[in-house]
Antibody, heavy 120, light 111 residues
Framework: EVQLVESGGGLIQPGGSLRLSCIVSGFTVRSNYMAWVRQAPGKGLEWVSVIYSDSSDSKTYYADSVKGRFTISRDNSKNTLYLQLNSLRDEDTAVYYC???????????WGQGTLVSVSS | QSALTQPASVSGSPGQSITISCTGTGSDVGGYSYVSWYQHHPGKAPKVMIYEVSNRPSGVPDRFSGSKSGNTASLTISGLQAEDEADYYCTSYTTSRRLWVFGGGTKLTVL
């Protein structure tokens, strides 16, 4: 059974840092494209970042809104995806979901999400 | 402002059909066959209902169908059921810097 379980969210002050984790079971993260998608309160979904598979050189890409502040990575030995969030802003407040990217450029498996609240 | 435009809400009675539109540009919806649709119940993980414009993952009822014409994609739900009440999002792959663009979401109410 495929499971993605996010953790690491919480209340953080503007300018602070946080690391989100997504523990995956049922497939290997190194062989798949993995992404983070977020949803701000009362807003729609927004793609945040993607990391390609090992065979695709583990390339990483970011939405303009987070480029230079967020870093996506994975630990193959732990089958875990990460998102390092630095220089957090109020507008980064959202539920953050990890998801697997399927071959047709869609997200076929999702976690339940972890809430990040940025507030002073 | 979302990159793809969806109606904020639609509604229908049980058994009826509804269609949700998703309008983009030639750089996303119109340029690729990588449009997908997601059902999202608040507090739960989003679920893919349609991928590559019109394909249904296994386990998704055939009441759900997708299509595309030009820069507009559509999700049709026929034979509405109470459990279909949720938020629906379209997304398209794009080779712009954003890679994926989402619609703003449509709240479906089953009357």
């Amino acid at each position: 059974e495929v499971q993605l379980v996010e953790s690491g969210g919480g209340l953080i002050q503007p300018g602070g840092s946080l690391r989100l984790s997504c523990i995956v079971s049922g497939f290997t993260v190194r062989s798949n494209y993995m992404a983070w998608v977020r949803q701000a309160p009362g807003k729609g979904l927004e793609w945040v970042s993607v990391i390609y598979s090992d065979s695709s050189d583990s390339k990483t890409y970011y939405a303009d809104s987070v480029k230079g502040r967020f870093t996506i990575s994975r630990d193959n030995s732990k089958n875990t995806l990460y998102l390092q969030l630095n220089s957090l802003r109020d507008e980064d407040t959202a539920v953050y979901y990890c998801a697997r990217v399927s071959g047709g450029w869609y997200f076929d498996y999702w976690g339940q999400g972890t809430l990040v609240s940025v507030s002073s | 402002q979302s990159a793809l435009t969806q109606p904020a809400s639609v509604s229908g009675s049980p058994g009826q059909s509804i269609t949700i539109s998703c309008t983009g540009t030639g750089s996303d919806v119109g340029g690729y066959s990588y449009v997908s649709w997601y059902q999202h119940h608040p507090g739960k993980a989003p679920k893919v209902m349609i991928y590559e414009v019109s394909n249904r993952p296994s386990g998704v009822p055939d009441r759900f169908s997708g299509s595309k014409s030009g820069n507009t994609a559509s999700l049709t739900i026929s034979g509405l059921q109470a459990e279909d009440e949720a938020d629906y999002y379209c997304t398209s792959y794009t080779t712009s810097r954003r890679l994926w663009v989402f619609g703003g979401g449509t709240k479906l109410t089953v009357l």
